[in-house]
């Protein structure tokens, strides 16, 4: 098993940047493919970007050129950087984690974190 634990939430203003830290626990990491999953309130949860065990990456086209996924095995952890951030980027932002590719881009991780709150807003 698996436990996800999200920080870096918080507010910024329109413009502004922040990294959300994932840090997992309870298995051997390298192992999981990654995922950023974010939902606003009344809005379908969508995919933000996506990283497999070996490093390659997917991204939501809404965020591409602003956002990007990394990981550190070393530390347990996935980063996802946010930069260039908009008003519509406000949600709650959740890591997802499977040894299954499909899943994790699929919506269907095994496991989740309990989700940090980012807000962009002047």
């Known amino acids: 098993q698996v436990q996800l634990v999200e920080s870096g939430g918080g507010l910024v203003q329109p413009g502004g940047s922040l990294r959300l830290s994932c840090a997992a626990s309870g298995s051997i990491f390298s192992a999981y493919g990654m995922g950023w999953y974010r939902q606003a309130p009344g809005k379908q949860r969508e995919l933000v970007a996506a990283?497999?065990?070996?490093?390659?990456?997917n991204y939501a086209d809404s965020v591409k050129g602003r956002f990007t996924i990394s990981r550190d095995n070393a530390k347990n952890t996935v980063y996802l950087r946010m930069n260039s951030l908009k008003p519509e980027d406000t949600a709650v932002y959740y890591c997802?984690?499977?040894?299954?590719?499909?899943?994790?881009?699929?919506?269907?991780?095994?496991?989740w974190g309990q989700g940090t709150r980012v807000t962009v807003s002047s």
């Open positions: 997802n984690a499977d040894t299954i590719w499909a899943r994790v881009v699929g919506g269907r991780g095994a496991y």
């Open positions: 990283i497999t065990s070996d490093g390659s990456t």
